[in-house]
């Protein structure tokens, strides 16, 4: 079965609203094919392993988090930039990307599915980026221990973890930002949480986090943000009924 590959455009832009975020990915359809679809590959990086991945399980779109084009990325489509698109083309491979509207969407979004992954209650929209929230603040009904909150990350998001015991021994409230968000440490501290949960770690998180007495822990740039893909390749079987599934490489950082 083959549907327009407008019909999925058009349920991505509007499910998420991708026109109305100030992002530097230029999000939405950032490479076309021949204007249908039968099978979606949906993955965190549109990597050319992403597209190697898609063309063999016989793919002809690709929906991921991190597109190829970011700015004026592919003003000039020479180098790395030539053999991904030109893989894309060649293949007959649609590339459709979300970045911040996926971290923020309230039902399909990273930050979202994290809360619900990690058993968390009560999520509302926290953490400014230019002035739009893009993550949650949630909590448990009964406090945890640190020790307990850390095993559950470990067991939902990613077995690596890093933990920067700065704050509070136990958890209740929790503050998440899925991806590169350790400079977002200040806004964790600022709204009162427990313990700040995002992906990859940066000398500036640490040093917030030690200075204003934070917990965080760090669960991994690429873990934290499979949710949100993992959330959409349903979400397209659901409404488009063609087959869609995630490509999981595992990466630890």
Request: glycine share 10%; proline share 4%.
């Amino acid at each position: 079965m083959s549907i327009p590959l407008h019909a999925l455009v058009s349920l991505l832009d509007q499910t998420l609203a991708v026109g109305t975020f100030r992002d530097d990915s230029n999000n939405g359809l950032q490479i076309a094919n021949s204007g249908t679809i039968s099978r979606v590959v949906a993955g965190v990086d549109a990597s050319l392993r992403l597209l190697e991945e898609a063309a063999a399980r016989g793919a002809d779109c690709v929906v991921c988090h991190h597109g190829v084009s970011w700015g004026d990325s592919l003003k000039r489509i020479t180098g790395l930039n030539h053999r991904l698109v030109s893989f894309a083309v060649k293949r007959n491979i649609a590339v459709y990307a979300v970045h911040l509207p996926l971290d923020a969407h309230p039902r399909y979004g990273n930050n979202a599915q994290l809360c619900k992954a990690l058993g968390l209650a009560r999520p509302r929209p926290a953490f400014a980026y230019h002035g739009t929230p893009i993550g949650y603040t949630a909590t448990y009904a009964k406090a945890l221990s640190l020790t307990a909150f850390c095993d559950r990350v470990r067991t939902v998001v990613s077995p690596e973890i890093r933990l920067l015991d700065f704050g509070k021994r136990r958890v209740r409230s929790v503050g998440i930002v899925s991806g590169g968000a350790a400079d977002m440490v200040d806004q964790a501290a600022g709204l009162g949480v427990d313990v700040y949960l995002t992906g990859e770690p940066s000398l500036q998180g640490y040093n917030l986090a030690e200075q204003l007495g934070q917990t965080v822990v760090f669960a991994g740039h690429y873990a934290t943000e499979t949710f949100g893909v993992r959330s959409l390749a349903r979400l397209i079987r659901q409404k488009l009924h063609v087959p869609a599934d995630f490509a999981d490489f595992k990466i630890t950082y």
